[in-house]
């Protein structure tokens, strides 16, 4: 289906209504004159021959002027028409010629039914020609509200929406401004606007508070050069529509009528679904708020489990334990006040790098100083995290965040600990990838991660308590590492269990060189 | 005094474990994956299991679950984040109890002692008395007393407390308690409960719920004297 475009002046559908009239009197003249100049020319024609023919012969010719007037002037020029050819025909064709009086009795009925046949025939044409019109119109009409009505379902945002119909709506009623007025907070407000705008008091006159009455209902209501029409759907009004114009034929009000019901339908189904809209994301906002919730909370009572399991042995003094047992107790606290302090300091890091306050304090730094100080960081006194660094000798320094790189590296290695069988330790380990990255790599030899789980694991709001190693520590080393602009991913490890990697920038060009050249240097 | 499995895999929380519950005299092991704590029940028979519902391995409610195919051993479930649906399906599982993170060893050692005296030697339905406490529950004359006083109870509330003397120091879900003592077509009427449990609080003389101890969101338990 054609979808016509509907801008002012440019749709040969949208003509103008008013013209109708106007056009109707130029071609009542046309006809007439039509009909005039074809009864001269067949009198012309005729004349010399007229001692030759029957009076009948004359007066069936001169049919063809009469309906030659009607088709192109209607009735009118159908009657200009008949008293032309009715004067030709009395005076040049009935004898005596050149008078008006009729001689023979035979040529009475002959002028008379000329005259009645003529007015007859004008009378049917015009009607048909009028029915014809009319016809033409209504098709136009419909054409119309089509064109209107296909706005109305196109995919567009409703303030959009809105001045496109208002914009079409000027040409195709012939108005000279419309105006399309919203319910708000404060009476009504002016959200659509085409052609001349209403000025202040008009709209101060369809505003509720004001003193002035408004009438408005299916019918429109008038006031001055402007009506109103309520827009209704679902029983409640929804809208009003402004038009300035000149007063309209039936039919016009009649289409109007129909355009608006389409209208306040299209209003209000564009409504319902930006409230839906606003609906879904409210809940999702809302479901994001309580996983985070959850998460965190998680994440808290871990550690204040240990932190209350091992003060409430300590001061039950039912049950003491050892010097031995006490010392462990207290180490496990403290360890544990590390770990609550570590994660809201990541916690707040987290809140800043969302927030976009985070400035990254880039520094030089040799990655074995950031391994050794991340697994510091997770170490439970006394004894030190089973943690195996493997690091070559001559590897690149980088330029990263030394205090973000720490802590996403303390994460990685917490997180693999935790998962890795106690015999079996962690390995550390880094490598030079080309451009001079450095990829470091934490290894356990625990379950592995399953590859449908390999990104959600990395996200805040994944499922806890369900045995996943997810948790708000892989989300901020993930969000660290992105912040520095590099790669952070889980893959399996060769040896069984999972192996967490990430890529940390070289310091800058010269460092490459020095570690290629140091190489250099080392070969014969 | 008993020996108790722990399973969960934050290794801080097993050594803080260990040593809280061996100074309450506890004969302790510990596991940090699911397949390694069902590996140690089946082998070492641990007589009470503590159990951590969120496992690198296993899901926690699945390790419920198997135990439960073959073992009779009572089951405290740790739980961190306080979800109340996650409790309700562990106890639904087969756990006897839960305890939220955190909490200190007197809330645990409540817990264990409480499921020790559950342990189904002890009391089984055959039972035709079961006494707690200064309670009495004698199920042939249907009759209730408490410090040697005859209790009034209409039927239904003596089944009610029937029921949980039978599962004496175990929470009981509302579920559980509802298609038991009302029928299998119940399970969510809980505010038919809260009016049988007040009317039975009443009754014991129990108005702060000391003896028939509320679970929030999840039950009731009858606690152990």
Known sequence: MAVHPLTPGTSP???????????????????????????????????????????????????????????????????????????????????????????????????????????????????????????????????????????????????????????????????????????????????????????????????????????????????????????????????????????????????????????????ERSQLREQAVRARLLEEVDRLRRSLVGAVSHDLRTPLATIKVATSTLLDTGAPVGPQDAAELVGLVDAQADRLERLVSNLLDMTRIQSGALELRRRRVAVADLVDEAIALVSTAPEPAPVAVVMPSHLPDVDVDPVLVRQVLANLVDNAVRHAPESEPVTVSATLRPHGRVEVAVEDRGPGVAADERTTIFEMFNRREAGGRGGLGLAIAKAFVEAHGERIWVEDAPTGGARFCLTLPPANQDATDVVVHAAGRGAP | MATVLVVDDDRALLRALRVGLAARGHEVSVAVTGEEGLSKIALSSPEVVVLDLGLPDLDGLEVCRRVRQWSDVPVIVLSATGLEERKVAALDGGADDYVTKPFGMAELEARIRAALRHRPAEVTPGDEVITTGSLAVDFVHHQVSLDNQTVDLTAREFDLLAFLARNVGKVCTHRMILSQVWGSEYGSETEYLRVYVYRLRRKLGDPEGRLVRTAPGIGYALEPG
């Open chain 1, 13 to 267: 559908s949208t003509a103008p209504v008013v013209d109708r009239r106007a056009s109707t009197r130029r071609t009542a003249v046309a006809g007439s004159v039509l009909a005039i100049v074809l009864v001269a020319v067949l009198a012309a024609v005729l004349v010399p021959l007229r001692d030759h023919l029957n009076v009948a012969t004359a007066a069936l010719v001169l049919v063809v002027p009469v309906v030659a007037g009607v088709a192109v002037g209607g009735f009118a020029a159908g009657i200009v028409a008949t008293v032309t050819g009715f004067l030709a025909y009395d005076f040049l064709f009935i004898p005596p010629y050149s008078t008006l009086s009729v001689g023979a009795a035979q040529n009475w009925t002959a002028l008379g039914v000329y005259a009645v046949v003529m007015v007859v025939v004008a009378r049917v044409v015009a009607r048909l020609d009028a029915a014809r019109a009319e016809a033409q119109y209504r098709a136009g009409s419909v054409r119309r509200l089509f064109d209107l009505s296909e706005l109305l379902v196109r995919d567009l945002a409703v303030g959009e929406l809105l001045e496109t119909i208002v914009d079409a709506m000027v040409p195709a009623f012939a108005l000279d401004g419309a105006a399309l007025l919203l319910p708000s907070e404060d009476g009504l407000e002016l959200v659509a606007s085409a052609g001349r705008p209403l000025d202040r008091e008009e709209l101060d006159r369809l505003s509720a508070h004001s003193a002035v009455p408004v009438t408005i209902g299916r019918t429109a209501a008038r006031q001055g050069d402007v009506q109103v029409l309520a827009l209704e759907a679902s029983g409640r009004a929804i809208g009003l529509l402004a038009l300035r114009g000149p007063a309209e034929t039936g039919s016009d009000r009649d289409l109007l009528g129909a355009f608006s019901n389409h209208l306040a339908l299209a209003l």
